[in-house]
Structure formats: C-alpha cells, structure tokens
C-alpha cells in the first residue's frame, strides 16, 4: 500500500508455496485476507516472493498475463519482489542452500531475469526492484576472483533489466541484500565493492543495481544503523528498498540461563548466525547458534550477543532474550527522512517463537493478525518519522 512517496508491504515468504498454482493460492487466501484488515478497499503492495519453479512457469507469456490479471483483480500490486531464495524456502533444512545458485554462477542471472520479466508484466510503479543474494555463501565466493566473477555476472543482469525498462517502460533496481556469511556483510564492505566493481560497469548498473538494507541483517553486524544509512547516501549506493525485521539480542551472554534462552530459539531449518561485541569492540562470529552451545571465553565476556532471527518487529522480546527493535526504527527514520528509500518491506517468518500468550492478544492471534500488527508498528514509526500520508 502507499503512504505518502512510500510502498508498504510483507514479504509474502512467510507464507509457504513454490508452484504458481501455490502462490496464487496464497495471494486468494492468506495474502487477501491481511490486505482486508490493513487496507480495506485500497491497492495492497505485493512483496512477493518468486523462487525457481514459479519463474519458469511464468517464463510462458500467456501464464504471465493471467497471473497478472488475477493478481489486479484481487486489488494487488507488485512493487518489489524476493530473488533471494532459489529453492525451496520451506524445505526442512535450509541452512546454507538458500545462497546457491549464486552470483558466480550463470543460472543466477538467468533465474533473475525470469523475475524480472515477470515482475515487469504484473501492474504495480513504474519503478520496482528484486532482492537477491550478494554474491553467495561466503566461504564459496571470498576472494578476488569470485568478486570479478560476481560482477560480470552483475553486469549481464543489468544490461536485461536496462532492455527491459525500454520495452515495458518498467525500471527494476536489483538489490544486494548483506547478510553475516555472505560475500559482502557489512556497510563498509558494500560501499567498497561498488567503488571497485559497480560503478566502473557504467550506466545501466548504476540505474538497475542498488542495496536491499535488510535491519535485522545489519544490526547482526553490531552496526548503527543512522550511520550506516547515511554512509550509503553519502557513497552514492542506491537503496532500493529496506526489508524491515528485527534480529535476536543478548544482553547477558555471561548467564549460562540467558544463554540457555537464547539457545531455546535453534531450529533445522535456517541459519542463525550468530555474533558478539566483544569489550574491545571487536565482532566474534559463528554461523550458526547451534556452534554456541557450549561457548567459553571470549564468547561469554563479551558484551552482548546478536542472532539472525526474523522476529516480528513490534516485539521486544520476552524479558531475557531482547530485539534490535530500535534498529530498524533508526534505519527507517534516517532512510525516509533523507529521502533515500521508497520501498519498506516487512520480512518477518518467525511467528512460531512469539509466546502464545502474546500471539493471542494479538485480535485472535492467527498469522494474518500477526501480519497486521506488523504494519500497524511500521505505521507507528513512520507517524514519529513524521512521514506523510
């Protein structure tokens, strides 16, 4: 939905599906029914999520245009989709597949292009963007040569999205999205690649390749976000668009209950990478919470401890294990306010640890609920932030 210059929406990865016929189930049921609670009567933004085998069912024109007619006659509009996931996104173990194929590699580029061309046919802005990876699986990709393969193949999905725009009028921007354990995981690391690798590519990369600043990716990274925020407007790195979450915080990694707590949250099916501010301002990091069980020093002196957890941004935690709440709220507030961002994605996926209770309160507590009052914190924020309707 718009509010002011602004698109709003949730990530519809939340919700499980990888066949056209599943999404479309989705879009019909659950995606319908938050779009009655939070814009009644109004055009709902998509943050839609498209993996691998819904792109080659839409790589066929005519299932193009009556996906496309079915998604305005639910009064929906596509402003950005997810890239990230190739696969499937609700498999039983995830983990370290979710990054391949990467940015290496040719099917990433060809997979992408597929989105693109599927985005481009459904209605929505003229300007849209699709996340994806940055780069891959960091251990796969962390050298010189990866990086030049990267953005070769960067380059290639650029020149498609810059043909695209000219025949639909449609403007994509693909967005790296960092995260802990990718080729580029920090702020300083992205301004750096695009000095060195983006912008000598010329102009079609500097209209269709930007960032996706996912919040709870960066606060993982112990990093403020105002200054993070400010550092990308300053380097001329094009924010297009902000995936606002919340991760996991520790305050106590010296209590063996806190840690215990925390440690309550691993699951089979994702990372959750795991970091620590030691006193000395240094960042310890492991890939995932499971390697922490039975962590010693300098793990349990250090300050605090962050997890990727996608947890829902409204939530503060359940007075032991915190959320970088505040983060997001910084993030959103410096990015709107410098007008560098007009696309706000929730990506919350993580219901499931709410405390039932709570989830409860919540008008019924069923997921479309949930969803809801995600929009109803980011509503919140964005009237501090003094952003217009």
């Known amino acids: 939905m718009q509010r002011g210059p602004l698109h709003l929406g949730y990530c519809t990865n939340v919700h499980p599906g990888e066949t056209l016929d599943a999404i479309t189930r989705v879009l019909i049921g659950d995606v319908a029914r938050v779009r009655d609670r939070v814009a009644p009567g109004a055009p709902f933004g998509l943050g839609l999520r498209l993996g691998n085998a819904a792109s080659l069912e839409l790589a066929d024109p005519a299932v193009r245009d009556r996906f496309a007619r079915r998604v305005a006659d639910l009064g929906l509009y596509a402003f950005t989709v997810n890239g990230f996931p190739y696969g499937d996104f609700a498999a039983d ?19 992408t292009a597929r989105v693109a061309e599927a985005l481009a046919a459904l209605p929505g802005p003229p300007e849209r963007t699709i996340s994806t990876v940055a780069g ?77 600043y996912d919040c709870c990716h960066q606060a993982v990274q112990f990093e403020d976000p105002t200054a993070a925020i400010g550092a990308l407007i300053a380097a001329e790195v094009p924010i297009g668009k902000i995936q606002v979450s919340s991760a996991l915080h520790l305050d106590r990694p010296d209590d063996p209950k806190a840690r215990a707590a925390l440690a309550a949250f691993a699951e089979p099916r994702y990372l959750h990478q795991t970091t620590a501010r030691a006193p000395d301002g240094a960042i310890l990091r492991a890939l995932d919470l499971p390697e922490l069980e039975r962590a010693g020093p300098p793990w349990i002196d250090a300050e605090a401890w962050r997890c990727h957890f996608h947890v829902p941004i409204w939530w503060g935690g359940d007075g032991v294990v915190g959320t970088t709440r505040g983060d997001w709220q910084a993030a959103v507030k410096a990015a709107v306010e410098a007008g560098a961002c007009a696309q706000l994605e929730v990506e919350t996926y993580t219901w499931h640890v709410i405390p039932a209770a ?11 609920a949930c969803v809801a009052h995600e929009f109803a914190a980011l509503e919140a924020a964005l009237s501090a932030a003094d952003v217009a309707r």
Do not use: M, N
């Open 136 to 212: 891959g699986f960091r251990p796969d990709t962390d050298s010189p040569e990866a990086r030049a393969h990267i953005a070769v193949h960067l380059a290639a999905a650029a020149r498609h999205l810059a043909g695209l725009a000219e025949r639909t009028g449609v403007s994509i921007r693909l967005c790296l999205e960092p995260e802990p354990w990718t080729t580029l995981e920090t702020t300083g690391e992205v301004i750096r690649f695009w000095a060195e690798h983006i912008r000598p590519l010329g102009e079609a990369a500097q209209r269709h390749l930007g960032l996706c």
């Open 358 to 368: 709570e989830r409860a309160a919540l008008d019924g507590g069923d997921l479309h």
């Open 93 to 111: 173990a995830v983990k370290s597949a979710v990054y391949r194929p990467d940015w290496t590699t040719p099917e990433r580029v060809t997979y």
